[in-house]
């Protein structure tokens, strides 16, 4: 089963990565070969940590829940099938939450934003994340697990597929519009989520789901009224290619003259 997943996502990011360069949505400002390294290697630090951290610390919780019948779903003792497919619901929608956090809570936001100081969103912009980030949403994961009742093979599902849809809604491919509406009706597209990484903090503040669209729509949060042509993507503290070498961005959150206030926080400053 291993294999299969490590074979799932590297194949995605190739084909994803592949596509950008033959149907682009947006022109890039950066070279891709240099963008991409750069994300890599920013990437490259919170893999460690999922690693030595997150995988043996998941592992165990969802051993331990499948033992003892912790969490809400195993409460209603459900035929195994809908078990898993309520856990992975549960799941996304819980990381919902979770990605409102980052950019609600200034503290989170301090390594959040790192992900959103990408001049281009792509394919790599999808495992670009702060190592501090990956280690503080260790705790929430722990939390999802014990909360909702998540088995081994309810996670793995779960983790596989967000993978693959994080690297499908980052990525700079460019789909027939109207298959991409009907498409967004279900699951979070490269269009909607390029509104979320616009460095507009209206349109930054929406379409924040990981997989299923229908969390954005349950919350008000969904937004497809802004034209491709209208967004710039990043953050207006890092708007310059010296803003965004990898230095910068690994100690950025420990720099308290460079952390841009989190969503909301300016409306709140200004009543």
């Not at 209603?76 to 809570?105: G, M, N, Q």
């Not at 298959?179 to 990484?197: A, D, M, N, V």
Request: glycine residues 6%.
């Amino acid at each position: 089963m291993k294999w299969l997943n490590g074979i799932l996502t590297i194949g995605a990011f190739a084909v994803l990565y592949a596509c950008e360069r033959r149907r682009p949505l947006r022109s890039q400002i950066e070279s891709p070969e240099i963008q991409t390294a750069r994300n890599l290697a920013i990437a490259s630090a919170a893999g460690i940590v999922m690693n030595f951290l997150e995988k043996p610390i998941a592992g165990r919780l969802t051993r331990l829940v499948e033992q003892r019948r912790f969490g809400i779903i195993k409460i209603f003792r459900l035929p195994k099938r809908l078990e898993t497919i309520l856990a992975i619901v549960l799941l996304d929608y819980t990381l919902y939450l979770w990605h409102v956090l980052t950019h609600k809570s200034k503290f989170l936001w301090r390594f959040h934003q790192i992900h959103h100081a990408d001049l281009d969103l792509t394919v790599s912009t999808a495992i670009r994340f702060h190592f501090g980030e990956i280690t503080l949403s260790v705790l929430f994961r722990a939390g999802q697990i014990l909360l909702i009742g998540v088995s081994p093979a309810a996670f793995k599902i779960w983790q596989t597929a967000l993978f693959l849809s994080v690297f499908f809604h980052h990525s700079n491919v460019k789909l027939p519009e109207a298959f991409e509406k009907k498409l967004q009706k279900f699951i979070t597209t490269p269009r909607l989520h390029g509104i979320h990484h616009s460095d507009v903090e209206s349109e930054r503040d929406s379409n924040w789901s990981s997989g299923l669209s229908v969390w954005d729509r349950l919350h008000g949060t969904f937004r497809d009224d802004v034209r491709l042509s209208e967004i710039t993507i990043g953050l207006k503290e890092f708007e310059n290619l010296e803003d965004v070498g990898i230095g910068k961005m690994l100690t950025a959150p420990f720099n308290r003259q460079r952390v841009l206030p989190p969503i909301g926080a300016a409306a709140h400053s200004t009543n």
